[in-house]
C-alpha cells in the first residue's frame, strides 16, 4: 500500500510525456493516487487523455487557467466526478518567447511581464482558491514547481525569475491563508530538466551541461526526481510541512561556483 492511498489528486499543466507533471503523476500514482488531469486546448487533448488512461484515470478536464470563466467551468465539471479531493498539482508556467532571450532590460515588456506573472504566478492563487471548496479541512496539500532562477539571475530567464520569485512568495501567502482550513502549499525549485517548457529558453542545452558538471551529483534531474519529492510534500508523511521551497537540483544551489 502506498502513502498516497485514497488520496485524490487534480495535476494541472499535464502536456508531455517528458514534463515534470509527468514524473508527479508516475510518483503519485505508484504511491496509490487516484487521478484527475486537465489539459490547455484541444490539440492537447488526446495527448494528454492518453496519458491518463496509463495512470488509470478517466477524467481530464479542459482549462486554460488563464480564463477565470474556464477555471470555473472546470471545478464545476470535476465536481460530477469528484465531491472532495485532496491534492493539487500546480505545472504552469509561460511567458512570450521574445521575452526569454537577450539582456532583461532590453527584451521585458509591460505585456510580456503581465503575462509570465498572470499565468506563472497568479493561477497559483485562481485554482487554490477553486480547489478550496474540494479539500477543506481534509489535511490537503498544494504544490507548485519553481526554479532558481527566482532568487538568482539566470541569463535569458529574464521575466521568468521575476514571474518564480512571485510564484515563491505566492506560495508563503497561501500556506499562511489555508493553513487553519487544513491545507499545506508548498513549492519545489527544480533543477533544469528538458522539457517542452524549457525548450523556449534560449542556450538550455548549455545550461543542462553546466548543471550537470557543477552539481555535487553531477548528474542532471529527470521528471520522477521531482516526482518523488512532490509525492512526499503532499503525503500526510510532511504534514509538519507548509509554505517551503524544497530544492530538488543536485545541490546545484548551493554550490559558490563550477567546478575548477
Not at 510532511?238 to 567546478?259: C, K, L, P, Q, W
Request: charged content about 20%; some cysteine.
Amino acid at each position: 500500500m502506498g502513502f498516497l492511498t485514497n488520496k485524490r489528486v487534480l495535476i494541472v499543466g499535464l502536456a508531455s510525456p517528458r514534463s515534470i507533471a509527468a514524473g508527479i503523476a508516475e510518483a503519485m500514482h505508484r504511491e496509490g493516487a487516484e487521478l484527475a488531469f486537465t489539459y490547455q486546448n484541444e490539440r492537447l487533448q488526446p495527448r494528454v487523455e492518453k496519458m491518463a488512461a496509463e495512470y488509470g484515470s478517466s477524467i481530464c478536464l479542459p482549462l486554460d487557467a488563464g480564463s477565470d470563466e474556464q477555471i470555473e467551468n472546470c471545478f464545476t465539471q470535476l465536481k460530477k466526478s469528484w465531491e472532495h479531493f485532496d491534492i493539487l498539482v500546480h505545472s504552469i508556467a509561460y511567458a512570450p518567447a521574445d521575452q526569454l532571450e537577450g539582456s532583461f532590460v532590453d527584451v521585458v515588456t509591460r505585456e510580456g511581464f503581465r503575462i509570465a506573472h498572470d499565468i506563472s504566478s497568479y493561477t497559483l492563487a485562481a485554482l487554490s482558491k477553486a480547489s478550496l471548496p474540494f479539500m477543506e479541512g481534509r489535511q490537503g496539500a498544494i504544490v507548485t514547481l519553481s526554479y532558481l532562477g527566482a532568487e538568482k539571475a539566470v541569463p535569458n530567464y529574464n521575466v521568468m525569475g521575476l514571474a518564480k520569485a512571485s510564484l515563491e512568495a505566492n506560495v508563503r501567502y497561501l500556506a499562511a491563508s489555508l493553513g487553519p482550513r487544513g491545507i499545506r502549499v508548498n513549492g519545489i525549485s527544480a533543477g533544469p530538466i528538458k522539457t517542452l517548457a524549457a525548450s523556449g529558453i534560449n542556450h538550455f542545452k548549455e545550461m543542462l551541461h553546466h548543471h550537470e558538471t557543477s552539481a555535487p551529483t553531477r548528474r542532471n534531474i529527470e521528471p520522477i526526481d521531482v516526482g518523488n519529492v512532490a509525492a512526499f510534500l503532499c503525503s500526510d508523511l510532511a504534514r509538519g510541512v507548509t509554505g517551503e521551497i524544497t530544492y530538488v537540483d543536485g545541490g546545484f544551489s548551493i554550490v559558490a561556483m563550477s567546478n575548477l
